[in-house]
């Protein structure tokens, strides 16, 4: 495509990774569980149309199999695994919070300009088509982190931690173009097997307290 120059491919990299922040934010606006989950299977359709088109503009032919992995795995997969749990256990909304939704968007805005702060001086000497989503990758990471400290439903912090691992997968892609196929391969099987586990564990936490809250632990005595 004679009109996808390096530069206009640099800026849809960037459109993309943006697309990736703006879903993040939507999470943490979310209550309602299954709303999350529809939110992480689109943030995770945006990685993946990003990747192909990085995997496109540098030739680089192992992420377009990272970004099929992720259609499929992300977008598929693990989403059906939660709402079959959402279903089970009946839970729609994340009622208590440990903080707010507007405390946690002003926060998370916080994380967004720390991220950029911390990543301007490694951005001003790269030389990568996708370097100016590093900065993007690291704030993702740091909102799925304070989404999980922020969120007390079981559900909602695995979706928390799959988004970080969605910073870190853009993150690798924006450094040095992804990683190794071999490595690629085995963090998508272990994110799909913490999946299922999480899955059971939710399910375990509903029979045991009658709740998915996770601060309920606290009670488990020796």
């Known amino acids: 495509m004679s009109w ?5 491919g640099a800026q849809l990299v960037d459109l993309g990774s943006a697309m990736l922040l703006l879903t993040c934010f939507a999470i943490v606006a979310q209550r309602r569980l299954s709303a999350c989950v529809d939110l992480f299977a689109l943030q995770s359709a ?10 496109f503009l540098t030739g680089t032919r ?12 992300k977008s598929v997969v693990i989403p059906h695994v939660l709402r079959r749990v959402i279903e089970r256990l009946n839970v729609t909304r994340e009622l208590v919070m440990n903080v707010n939704v507007p405390a946690s968007l002003l926060i998370c805005g916080a994380l967004v300009m720390t ?15 996708t370097r ?12 799925g982190f304070f989404t999980m400290i922020a969120r007390q439903k079981a559900v909602t912090q695995l979706i928390a931690f799959l988004v970080m691992e969605n910073g870190l997968f ?3 892609t924006a450094a040095t173009y992804g990683m190794p196929l071999i490595v690629e391969l ?11 586990i999480a ?4 399910n375990r936490l509903q029979d045991a307290f009658d709740s998915v809250d996770t601060s309920r632990l606290s009670e488990l005595k020796e």
């Open 4 to 8: 996808l120059t390096p530069r206009i």
């Open 46 to 55: 945006f990685l993946a149309m990003t990747a192909t088109l990085v995997a």
């Open 62 to 73: 192992h992420i377009y199999i990272a970004a099929a992995l992720t259609v499929v795995v």
């Open 115 to 129: 991220a950029f702060i911390i990543t301007q001086p490694i951005i001003s000497f790269g030389h990568l088509l």
């Open 132 to 143: 100016n989503s590093l900065a993007i990758a690291l704030a993702i990471v740091l909102i």
């Open 170 to 172: 853009l993150g690798a």
């Open 186 to 196: 085995g963090v998508f099987f272990d994110v799909l097997i913490a999946a299922l």
């Open 199 to 202: 899955g059971i564990y939710t």
